[in-house]
């Protein structure tokens, strides 16, 4: 398989740590240039599904297809079409934020390396501190360095856990403002985040969980935060 | 083939620019080793005579000890920013990473054992030079399995909340046959007549060791890492 995919289908997925049960026969649909929020308390298991969305953690039941591909059939080529951020950033603090971005564009196995990063920095408005020790960075910056190097590949996949995390409100304007440019891109971005004001409008399908299960909104207009607590009043 | 070494040399590199700028696995391996063959020799030397054949022992014991916490310490910058998942993402051959990993986990016990067996040798007044050559590949191929068990014992409890006392207490039953082989072989050649032979045995010992180690360690690696 070329690795490539339109679609990301949850199929009864189930995932447990020994007798404690994360996730629990949880099924759902995300098509090219959607955005899906994951939002639940913690311990709701929005971690543990990006973990298995990112073939970083094998379910225990279900699957989930990539297109027509499941994770095993995948491997490889599939895992070059995904790309992830985590609640920790991925990225070394002792090296500079071009090293950082050049040390993955080569594991990748990416052409002309140089000039994607040299993009990239651009993008995240670091062009001029591009040689400096990510140690050194703000947390507005890091995670600018972490979105590009989650990004660098061009992923048809984008998981991001918490993206929004220690961000000030320009640095979150800027990170939507990134979002939308990949959702027109038609790129799967599924998105677990507490900061609802700021997903709000930005989200084309919100999937509620808790307990490792799906929890669902009477109501699906009206703000984000309503039907969030709403559904989580009715698990 | 070339892609799987390649990554491994992305890796092995990028590790090796982040100690030479942090200096910090190195350093503190170095003189944890350091002061356990001290502690040693405060005991094991009286009026500047050592107690016979302790040396090979003594030096084994502070690879050892070195070694953990220099596993320990190199997996817990992967922590760090949970790097290793990064790591794990990439679209290449997962083992890759485990070899780059164990690479570069020899590389700087090599650079431990360059001061330690001197210092073994001037302390215990071990006879270093009389087989440098047999002496060096039963440190290499001892190196090699401990290591090999070492890295993936390690990269599996990265994210153990307990890995700390965990690591210790899996790596060293696993690696007592490599200990066991490494000391004897040693203690051959520290005799005040080496015995060539003997230790050509230790030697093919630690080699079958090591060829089972790092196959079982490229085979269970990636499943050990995803479940």
């Known amino acids: 398989?070329?690795?490539?995919?339109?679609?990301?289908?949850?199929?009864?997925?189930?995932?447990?740590?020994?007798?404690?049960?994360?996730?629990?026969?949880?099924?759902?649909?995300?098509r090219a240039g959607d955005i899906v929020g994951l939002l639940g308390p913690n311990g709701a298991g929005k971690s543990t599904l990006l973990a298995i969305l990112a073939t970083l953690l094998v379910a225990s039941a279900g699957r989930v297809e990539y297109g027509d591909a499941?994770?095993?059939?995948?491997?490889?080529?599939?895992?070059?079409?995904?790309?992830?951020?985590?609640?920790?950033?991925?990225?070394?603090?002792?090296?500079?934020?071009?090293?950082?971005?050049?040390?993955?564009?080569?594991?990748?196995?990416?052409?002309?390396?140089?000039?994607?990063?040299?993009?990239?920095?651009?993008?995240?408005?670091?062009?001029?501190?591009?040689?400096?020790a990510?140690?050194?960075?703000?947390?507005?910056?890091?995670?600018?360095?972490?979105?590009?190097?989650?990004?660098?590949?061009?992923?048809r996949l984008l998981l991001l856990d918490e993206p929004f995390?220690?961000?000030?409100?320009?640095?979150?304007?800027?990170?939507?403002?990134?979002?939308?440019?990949?959702?027109?891109?038609?790129?799967?971005?599924?998105?677990?985040?507490?900061?609802l004001d700021v997903v709000d409008g930005l989200l084309t399908e919100v999937v509620f969980l808790r307990g490792g299960r799906r929890a669902h909104a009477a109501d699906a207009g009206g703000a984000l935060r309503d039907r969030y607590r709403e559904a989580m009043q009715s698990a | 083939m070339r892609a799987f070494f390649r990554v491994a040399a992305f890796v092995v590199r990028k590790d090796l620019t982040v100690e030479v700028r942090s200096f910090e696995v190195l350093s503190t391996t170095l003189f944890f080793a350091v002061t356990v063959v001290l502690i040693?020799?405060?005991?094991?030397?009286?009026?500047?005579?050592?107690?016979?054949?302790?040396?090979?022992?003594?030096?084994?014991?502070?690879?050892?000890?070195?070694?953990?916490?220099?596993?320990?310490?190199?997996?817990?910058?992967?922590?760090?920013?949970d790097t290793l998942r990064a790591l794990m993402l990439a679209p290449a051959d997962r083992p890759a990473l485990y070899v780059?990993?164990?690479?570069?986990?020899?590389?700087?016990?090599?650079l431990v054992e360059a001061v330690l067996v001197p210092m073994v040798g001037l302390m215990f007044q071990a006879p270093i030079f009389v087989a440098p050559g047999w002496l060096a590949g039963l440190l290499a191929a001892g190196t090699l399995g401990f290591a090999a068990v070492g890295t993936l014992f390690a990269a599996m409890l990265v994210r153990a909340r307990s890995r700390d006392v965990l690591l210790p207490v899996l790596l060293y039953p696993m690696t007592v046959p490599v200990m066991i082989a490494g000391v004897r072989g040693t203690a051959a050649l520290f005799q005040a007549e080496p015995d060539l032979g003997l230790a050509q045995f230790w030697l093919a010992l630690?080699?079958?060791?090591?060829?089972?180690?790092?196959?079982?360690?490229?085979?269970?690696?990636?499943?050990l890492m995803t479940d």
Not at chain 1, 87 to 98: I, K
Not at chain 1, 101 to 122: C, I, M, N, Q, S
Not at chain 2, 100 to 110: R, T, W, Y
């Open chain 2, 100 to 110: 780059g990993k164990l690479a570069g986990i020899l590389m700087l016990m090599a």
């Open chain 2, 40 to 81: 040693f020799a405060f005991g094991f030397v009286q009026e500047g005579v050592p107690v016979d054949g302790v040396a090979a022992a003594i030096l084994w014991i502070a690879l050892a000890f070195s070694g953990t916490l220099a596993l320990g310490r190199t997996f817990e910058r992967e922590r760090q920013a």
């Open chain 1, 1 to 30: 398989m070329s690795g490539d995919f339109e679609r990301v289908s949850v199929v009864q997925l189930g995932r447990h740590y020994g007798r404690r049960r994360a996730l629990t026969d949880l099924s759902f649909t995300a």
């Open chain 2, 206 to 223: 630690l080699v079958f060791f090591d060829a089972v180690f790092v196959t079982l360690a490229l085979w269970t690696f990636e499943p």
């Open chain 1, 134 to 155: 990510v140690s050194s960075y703000s947390r507005g910056m890091r995670q600018r360095v972490a979105l590009e190097r989650a990004l660098l590949h061009e992923p």
């Open chain 1, 70 to 132: 499941t994770m095993s059939e995948g491997g490889a080529d599939l895992r070059a079409r995904i790309g992830m951020l985590g609640h920790d950033l991925f990225l070394y603090p002792e090296l500079t934020a071009r090293e950082n971005l050049a040390f993955f564009g080569r594991l990748y196995g990416l052409p002309d390396v140089d000039t994607r990063v040299a993009g990239a920095l651009e993008r995240a408005g670091l062009t001029a501190r591009g040689d400096e």
């Open chain 1, 165 to 195: 995390t220690g961000l000030d409100q320009a640095s979150a304007a800027a990170l939507v403002t990134r979002l939308r440019q990949e959702q027109a891109r038609g790129v799967i971005t599924l998105l677990a985040t507490h900061d």
